[in-house]
Structures are given as C-alpha cells and as structure tokens.
C-alpha cells in the first residue's frame, strides 16, 4: 500500500484520503456509512471544512465507530485570529476532538488576503496560539492560485499546502509541488476529478498517484464510489500509453471549456467571481442544489446577470476562454435548476 510522510508534520498516511465534501448533500445515515467504510478500508486521513456544512459533524459521528486512528484535517475561511479560533472550538466540537491534526486558513484566494492572515491579528497568528494550547498539531494552507502558493513556499510559514491538480489542471506540476516537497511541506492534492469533471476515476486516481510524495483526498458520496477508487489505489497504478492518450483526448475536448480557477481574468468591472460562476455545475455536483437557493453561491450567481460581455476578462485569460459565453451558460444552467 502507498504511503507519504506529509512533510514536517511527521503524519504517515496512506496516499489516498477521503474528502469530506459530498457527504454533506446526502442522508446522514449514508454520510454515516460511506465514512466508516472507507476507514474500515484502510483510510487514515479524512479532510473536512467548516465550509462544508454538515460534514464535520457526520465524520465525527462516524469515527465514533471505529477504532483505527484516523488524522483529521479541517480548515477555516476566517481570515483573523479570534475568527480562526472561534471556527477551530467549532470544529473540535463537531468532530468531538480535543485537537486535530491539521487546521488550514481555506481558500486563501489571492496575495492581499495571504497578506491579510499572515499579518498582524492575522488567522496564522491564532492558529499558532490555538497549536501552543495543543488544540491543534499541524498549521496548513490552501488555494487555488499557483501565485499564492509559490509565495507561502517562499515563506516556509505553513508545514502543508493543499493544491489543485488533475490532467485537466496540471499546471501544480512545475510551478509549486515539486518546490513544495523540496521544503519538506506536505502536499494535498484536491480536485483530482476537477470538481466532478472528470468522469474517468481510473485515470483520474492514476495521474494523481504518478506525482510520488503526495496525498489525494478526492470526495465520494458512497461506498461504491469509495471502492472503485481504492481499488485502482491499491492496484497498479502505472498509466499505460493508452491512458495517456485517453488523457490527451481529454484535454483536447475540455481545452476552451475548463476554467483552471487562476483568477487572472480578474477583477471583474461587475465584480462577478468569473471562476466560481464557470465552475458552478461541479460545485451543484459536490455540494448539492439547495446552495443555489441559500448559499453565498446564490448572490454569486445574482452578480452574473449584470455581465456586460464587455470582454475585458478575454484579454487577461492565459487559456483563451470564451468567459462571457461560459458566464451566460452558467446562468441560464442556473435557472434550469431552479424551475
């Protein structure tokens, strides 16, 4: 079985994790189930967020179970230190933990809000406090930008990184895991199915393993979905010229179509968060319908109807995106769902 050491946390997990994002739009009871079978399995690293609703508290559940040590990973959108610590005593009391072992600052979009938790009164600053008491072991980070995280290497405050990175969005390869690894941080890859795009969980798990020293925590909503991924885990994982080819396809189709989330479009004259938008049917997808009608994603959306398709985000795409096009799809998907 494939196991990493995650860099200078020590922790040693097998390769392949669990993340806690698609339990939270089924049953409890499924949520319940799918989580104790993939530990039972032999999952020993599960990754959740305060983000994600009812997550934290069904793992928390689950894990009660089970005897087998689990490292539990959480993570927090709070940007200051007293709004960090308030979401990490809401995470032990979810996950009915008297600490965790790794808290992450989540989805630290761009540098001004990197500036913003690694600055004075900052939410790094209540993460060391909240490690000193011993409520937490391992401080991490994540985001999407490639910017960001070649920043946060740079200055080595954070013992882990989670990044995006599948064949459809590959571009972690050379700019931030190798580097990464090389500071002895640990790696966590998210979207290894580019948040539902990927259909193909075979070449999906495969490429995310070809990156050795790495951990994959792609999310499943079930035990059967759990098994065709731990199967392949477990298995040969070496891509064959076929699948490379499979690959290639594959990007050949979703090339002018995947929004790779670097931001660059932006900003935005209407202020519209051009990624989240494009990228709304696979959140649908992991999330569930019922964030369109009451989550931060509907105002998201709302903003959408005021694109002007004045093409300014055209000129900044490094991928020659169609972006008004992609925005007034996703809209109109949008209202289909809401019929």
């Not at 938790?117 to 790094?124: F, H, K, N, Q, V």
């Not at 994603?297 to 004045?310: G, H, L, M």
């Not at 972006?323 to 998907?333: D, N, R, T």
Request: proline share 2%; glycine share 8%.
């Amino acid at each position: 079985m494939r196991r990493v050491v995650l860099g200078k946390t020590g922790m040693e997990i097998n390769r392949l994790g669990f993340g806690g994002i698609p339990i939270q739009r089924i049953d409890q009871k499924q949520a319940i189930e799918t989580v104790v079978h993939a530990v039972e399995r032999g999952v020993d690293f599960i990754d959740t967020a305060r983000a994600y609703t009812t997550s934290e508290k069904r793992i928390g559940i689950a894990l009660k179970e089970s005897e087998k040590r689990v490292f539990i990973a959480s993570k927090s959108q709070q940007r200051t230190a007293d709004g960090i610590r308030s979401d990490i005593e809401k995470s032990l009391y979810d996950l009915q933990k008297d600490s965790l072992d790794l808290y992450q600052c989540h989805f630290v979009r761009d540098l001004d809000a990197y500036r913003e938790i690694t600055g004075r009164g900052g939410a790094l600053e209540g993460l060391l406090k909240a490690r000193d008491e011993g409520l937490i072991r391992h401080i991490g980070l994540t985001s999407h930008s490639l910017d960001v995280l070649r920043y946060a290497i740079d200055d080595g405050l954070f013992e882990t990184l989670m990044v995006c990175y599948s064949y459809l969005e590959w571009a972690a390869e050379k700019a931030v895991i190798p580097n990464a690894l090389a500071a002895h941080m640990g790696v966590i890859v998210m979207k290894t199915f580019s948040g539902g795009v990927i259909e193909n969980a075979r070449l999906a798990v495969k490429f995310g393993l070809a990156f050795e020293g790495t951990v994959l925590i792609p999310g499943v909503e079930s035990k059967e979905r759990f098994d065709e991924n731990w199967e392949i885990f477990c298995g040969d994982a070496t891509l064959g010229r076929k699948e490379m080819l499979e690959i290639e396809n594959e990007r050949r189709q979703f090339d002018k179509q995947f929004c790779r989330r670097c931001d660059y479009c932006l900003p935005c004259p209407e202020g519209i968060s051009i990624q989240i938008v494009i990228g709304i049917r696979s959140m649908v997808k992991r999330m569930g319908r019922s964030i369109l009608q009451s989550g931060w994603q509907k105002d998201v959306i709302e903003k959408a109807r005021n694109c002007t398709q004045c093409g300014a985000c055209l000129e900044r795409c490094p991928y020659d995106l169609p972006i008004p096009e992609l925005i007034k799809e996703s809209v109109a998907w949008v209202e289909d769902q809401l019929e």
